[in-house]
């Protein structure tokens, strides 16, 4: 089952993760720096998720991470590279943001089905 829910331009996205996982148990998520907050890894921990992120530079533990599994993270950043490729997606005409994300899940399925 595959989630995804839009933000403005100007906001984060991790905020978004918790919400985003509530009810799915994947055995490790996968992320990048801008996702290691503590309520995201306490989160992850307390469900049994195995959390691939890397820690960010200033923590003052460095935790381990599973550097292998985290190369698998390059699949999603080639299906962002790939739907903006739809110039519908990459400009952004669509001014509701409900017609947009029907547009991003029907790009999705088109490039799923391909």
Request: hydrophobic share 45%.
């Amino acid at each position: 089952m595959a989630r995804f829910q839009l933000t403005g331009g100007e906001a984060g996205d991790s905020p978004e993760a918790l919400p985003l996982l509530q009810d799915l148990q994947p055995g490790s998520v996968s992320a990048d720096k801008a996702y290691d907050s503590n309520s995201i890894l306490d989160y992850l921990n307390a469900s049994n998720i195995k959390a691939v992120i890397p820690p960010r530079r200033n923590r003052l533990v460095q935790r381990p991470f599973d550097k292998h599994l985290y190369k698998n993270r390059n699949l999603v950043e080639r299906f962002f590279c790939r739907i903006k490729q739809f110039r519908r997606i990459a400009t952004r005409y669509d001014k509701l943001a409900q017609r947009f994300a029907s547009f991003v899940a029907l790009v999705a399925a088109v490039i799923w089905l391909a």
